[in-house]
């Protein structure tokens, strides 16, 4: 018995003494983790990032279509949401980072009685929650977007100060700053194993070396499930295939992203907007769901939007198309992302199934954690609350 005893202590002693040695690391240099791993940098911690891909955002980051709102349904993400816009409308001028932001808000058309029945309602919950957000006429929705189908145009919600950016510029000046706040980035490397001692991680293992830190913070994005098991947790994150495009640039004609929430057979809502350099960029939500991490482009995706965008907005048909692709939503049995602390593994702290969002999410996310991470605040623990992995997962994202 002593000496297993004396193995295992030397195996310990032997597993630290060849490890990297950091305060905070974190899981995923995606749009998560790299926000987050500058804040937490900002404010004195040692962190280091782990990265399978070959740099940054090469996950779904760069599947992200740019759109940035605060206009949920739930309190937790509408309070993500604005630290995100405030982060973002401030980039250039606090940091010097152009990420192409454009605060042209969010718009969405109403066409039917259930749907302006439902976003009134939402207002009162959005409003209580500082969202610049009201009903218009539909003489404002079609000054905002002229030329929209009028056809039974009833209104609809406006929040103008929703906004959208470039998901590769904004997450290379994340990246930037966190390397001028001294963070390292480890890439192509992958976590494979992890070392555990009385509920706690002692080493993580990658395919390149060993790594020993106080806090571990997974940022996997799709890939949490897999990340999960390494630290026996079963984590309720499904990934799901998405479709995007973009158009040729064209001179900017309308401001907003435009939700259109009536669902046709085989899509739900679908979205779009104008970029900075004037391309139309658009995605919709399949019906039925596509479950699984396939990312290649159907023949199925450009035909089914375009029919409905052109029907919706006819100025959009003679715009030609220069590219699709096809990202992954990790979602989770309610809409709602898990953040929050392990019960089982006592220094691990998840930030995955973002369902989609994680792009809009990140940067606020990322200054919100660090503060609840360093600095022990206890004003976001009703963000931590309404987000565990704890929770019943019984509600539904009414503005996935």
Known sequence: MNNNREKNNQKSVSSESFAKIYDILIIGAGSIGVPLSFYLAKKGMKVAVIEKNSSVGRGQNRAAIGGIRATHSDPAKIKIGLETLKIMREMETHYGYDVDWIEGGYLFPVYNEKDEITLKKLLKIQKSYGLNIDWISEQKVQKLIPGINENNLRGGTYSPEDGSASPLKTIDAFYMLAKENNVDFYFNEEVIDAELSKEKIEVIKTTNGKYKSDLVIDCSGGNAKGVGKIFNLDLPVFPESHEAGITEPVERFFDPMIVDMRPENGSANYYFYQNKEGQIVFCITPAPNI???????????????????????????????RRTWRGLYPMTPDGFPIIGYSKEVKNLFLTIGMCGQGFMLGPGLGKILSEIIVDKTKIYDDILEELSLYRKFDRDEMLK
């Not at 479950?291 to 715009?319: A, E």
């Open 291 to 321: 479950p699984g991490k396939d990312c290649d482009n159907t023949s199925v995706f450009l035909p089914q939007v375009i029919k409905r965008m052109i029907n919706l907005y006819p100025r959009l048909r003679n715009i030609r198309v």
